[in-house]
């Protein structure tokens, strides 16, 4: 069974710094952050794509230099490492996964970033 469990959300001003996690039950080929706040569409935050030897790394315009997307295969962990955090980066944050073939199949549940000023 294909499980995403996120951590590591919670409230912090804006400036500070979060990690958010996502366990997988297993190392997939292609990985992404999205997230999405209240009356918004959800947005592609950050992607990792590729296998063990070479992965490929794509951000949102909104979060490219603050944000960095990175993944422990031995774990089978991802990572979105949230710097400089704005207001406007308050949403609830999801894990994706998917496979080869292109698109996010698996979902996680979600963590919620609040950025306060």
């Known amino acids: 069974q294909v499980q995403l469990v996120e951590s590591g959300g919670g409230s912090v001003q804006a400036g500070g710094s979060l990690r958010l996690s996502c366990a997988a039950s297993?190392?997939?080929?292609?990985m992404a952050w999205f997230r999405q706040a209240p009356g918004k569409e959800r947005e592609g935050v950050a992607a990792?794509?590729?296998?063990?030897?070479?992965?490929?790394?794509t951000y949102a315009d909104s979060v490219k230099g603050r944000f960095t997307i990175s993944q422990d295969n031995a774990k089978a962990t991802l990572y979105l490492q949230m710097n400089s955090l704005k207001l406007e980066d308050t949403a609830m944050y999801y894990c994706?996964?998917?496979?080869?073939?292109?698109?996010?199949?698996?979902w996680g549940q979600g963590t919620q970033v609040t950025v306060s000023s």
């Open positions: 994706a996964a998917g496979g080869l073939g292109g698109g996010y199949t698996y």
């Open positions: 297993k190392r997939y080929y292609r």
């Open positions: 990792i794509v590729g296998d063990v030897y070479t992965t490929h790394t």
